[in-house]
């Protein structure tokens, strides 16, 4: 596999075990999740080296990945536009509110980001085949990223997620299957699968350790997008933790090469039905509990039993933020508003970050002259017939 100069393997976050880039799953040892990791020593990245490059990709930041450009599965994700939004800062009551818009990415999700990274790991040492469980929009990006690396792609969805998402799983090439009617039950089947099959590589999050190494780059741009004035809070929509634990990461790293000298407080939102992270952060645990009986319209974020919960716990904690649960219909509330205010569209899972951002808001979380960043994770295109079913709900 070639590696970039810096990229030392990965490590064990629990055992501190150490492995090649070509282990693409679990800690062999232990179980734990694998973190890349990075001899900062050796990199030698300035400002003014970056702001020369194009901006057309994530893997400008190739120095901080693990694999080199030339041999990445990419279709140009990431370089997505952080939008100002004055109308809702206003409106919350913020010095600026900007969102980055996720859903540019080429199957209109953040998941592009990390299932490159992913993909390129898997291409790379020669792998035939790729599986995950998936929400939706992680099992739409697989299946795109494998049938252009040429692998062979089986995605487990359950039978809520969208039309479009297991349409384009058809449409790139994937196996799809569809399984019960939620996340849990697809994960199940995806498990057996994987068992049966000795061929396939898993790209299901954090048991993948490149999945998060890829999402980590949406901090990257956000931060220099703002010309390096660090944003106070940046919100991300939370099922799994991908993308926030991944922007945990990038924060550190920004901070640890001297590009920056803070790190912005991350803020996790979630929807009410099914907020694992938010109630393990309101009473002070560790780590989450499975939420026994979840019921969310945002099925993109309903994700009962985190695999990582710990870790979006400790990147909050770390970051001083916060977790945030809203119920659906200020969520589905909060995307509208956005749609109507600012012509961004976002998925009702997107949209709790807005949802979110609203009631941090309302409880005085703010003071009035805060940079804030929503990370829309998904086109509104994907689920615009459950954000208009709410709009006729309401005799519009």
């Known amino acids: 596999m070639a590696t970039t100069d810096a990229f030392v393997g990965l490590e064990c976050v629990d055992c ?41 990709s994530l893997w400008r930041y190739e120095e901080l990945l693990p694999f080199v450009r030339e041999t990445a599965v990419t279709t140009d994700e990431g370089a997505t536009p952080l939008v100002e ?47 995950l469980a998936s929400t939706g929009d992680g099992g739409q990006s697989a299946a795109a990223y494998a049938g252009r690396a040429g692998l062979e792609s089986h995605v487990y969805l359950p039978s809520r997620s969208g039309f479009s998402n297991k349409a384009m799983v058809n449409v790139h090439g994937g196996d799809m299957n569809v399984v019960g009617g939620r996340y849990d039950d697809a994960v199940g089947a995806f498990e057996e699968g994987l068992a049966e099959h000795d061929e396939w ?56 090469l001297g590009l920056v000298d803070d790190r912005p407080s991350l803020y996790a939102a979630q929807a009410e039905g099914c907020a694992p992270i938010v109630d393990a952060f309101e009473s002070g645990a560790a780590d989450t509990e499975p939420v026994e009986t979840p019921d969310t319209i945002c099925g993109g974020i309903e994700v009962p039993d985190p695999v990582a919960g ?14 945030v649960a809203t119920d659906d219909q200020d969520i589905l509330e909060a995307g509208v508003t956005v749609a109507q205010h600012e012509g961004l569209e976002m998925t009702p899972s997107a949209a709790a970050a807005a949802g ?13 002259d805060e940079t804030v960043v929503l990370v829309n994770t998904a086109t509104g295109n994907k689920e615009a017939d459950v954000l208009r079913s709410y709009l006729m709900s309401q005799g519009v």
Do not use: M
């Open 16 to 56: 501190d075990a150490t492995y090649d880039a070509d282990e693409t799953n679990r800690c062999p040892d232990c179980g734990g999740i694998l973190e890349p990791s990075y001899d900062y020593d050796a990199i030698d990245l300035e400002r003014e080296a970056l702001e020369s490059r194009s901006f057309d």
């Open 85 to 131: 939004c004055p109308t809702l800062a206003e409106e919350l009551g913020v010095g600026r509110l900007l969102i980055k818009d996720e859903g540019r990415n080429p199957t209109g999700t953040i998941r592009d980001r990390g299932q490159s990274v992913a993909v390129t790991a898997v291409a790379g040492r020669g792998g035939t085949d790729v599986a």
């Open 201 to 256: 590589e898993s790209l299901q999050a954090f048991s993948t350790p490149y999945r998060h190494e890829g999402e980590k780059t949406t901090l990257f741009e956000i931060t220099e997008q703002l010309e390096w004035a660090v944003p106070d809070a940046v919100v991300y929509p939370t099922g799994g933790g991908v993308a926030l634990v991944g922007g945990c990461k990038a924060a550190t790293e920004l901070q640890t």
């Open 310 to 323: 710990g870790r979006v716990l400790e990147a909050i904690s770390e970051t001083g933020g916060g977790a």
């Open 356 to 368: 979110g951002a609203w009631e941090l808001a309302e409880r005085g979380e703010f003071d009035g």
